[in-house]
C-alpha cells in the first residue's frame, strides 16, 4: 500500500496499540476492513502521503504497532489524519498513544551541512 512520495517534508511515527475489539475480528475480516476504511484514504492521498506499517508488539507492550507516515506537506499529512479519524481505526480498532512528527536530517539542513551516512 505504500505509494512513492516525491520528497516527504514530514515523517510522522504513529505510535498505535491494538483494541479487543480488533482482536476479536479474524485475519480475514482485519484485512477487509483494512481494504475498505484505510485503502481509499491512501489512495486518495497517495500522490502526496505515503504509509508503512510496523509491527512491535513482539518486543512492546505498550504499543503494538507503528504507522508511519511520509508527506509531502503538512497540510497532505493533516488531511489524512481528519479522514482516518472518520473511521472506525481511529481510537476505536486502535488506540492512538502517541505521535511523533519529525523531519529527516534537519539538524545537517539547518547548519549547511552533510547528514551522516553509515553507507
Not at 512492546?60 to 489524512?80: G, K
Not at 481505526?89 to 498513544?97: N, S, Y
Amino acid at each position: 500500500m505504500t505509494a512513492s512520495v516525491k520528497e516527504p517534508v514530514l515523517t510522522v511515527f504513529m505510535l498505535v496499540k491494538t483494541t479487543p475489539e480488533w482482536l476479536a475480528f479474524s485475519v480475514d475480516e482485519r484485512f477487509r476492513l483494512l481494504r475498505e476504511h484505510v485503502e481509499p484514504i491512501l489512495k486518495t492521498h497517495a500522490d502526496e502521503v505515503s504509509m508503512r506499517f510496523y509491527d512491535v508488539e513482539f518486543y512492546s507492550a505498550r504499543v503494538t504497532d507503528i504507522w508511519v507516515w511520509d508527506a509531502t506537506s503538512h497540510h497532505a499529512y493533516e488531511l489524512v489524519v481528519e479522514a482516518l479519524r472518520e473511521t472506525p481505526f481511529w481510537d476505536r480498532f486502535f488506540e492512538v498513544v502517541e505521535i511523533l512528527p519529525g523531519v529527516e536530517n534537519a539538524f545537517a539542513r539547518n547548519y549547511n551541512r552533510e547528514a551522516l551516512s553509515a553507507s
